[in-house]
């Protein structure tokens, strides 16, 4: 463990994916469903999932969608990183 370094909160995490692609968080939040932007939102609902302890609730609050739809995509993006891994 690193001294005096904090963990990210979930909506660093969520901007920094965003950025990545050249995107912002709002664009992640918003209703927008175009491909592009719905592979990095899937994107940032997985980092978010898997490097803190939110809970499926408190993400989708984050995103503006259902509890639902972030388990949906969370685990279908962990399965898509699983067959990448295969191919590689």
Request: charged share 25%; with cysteine.
């Amino acid at each position: 463990m690193t001294i005096g370094v904090k963990p990210m909160t979930s909506r660093e995490i969520a901007a920094e994916t965003a950025h990545k692609h050249g995107l912002t968080l709002a664009d992640l939040t918003g209703p927008c469903r175009k491909p592009f932007l719905c592979m990095v939102r899937r994107e940032a609902m997985y980092q978010v999932r898997t490097e803190t302890d939110l809970s499926w609730r408190a993400i989708a609050r984050i995103f503006n969608r259902t509890k639902q739809s972030v388990m949906y995509h969370v685990r279908n993006h962990g399965k898509l990183l699983e067959q990448m891994k295969g191919i590689g």
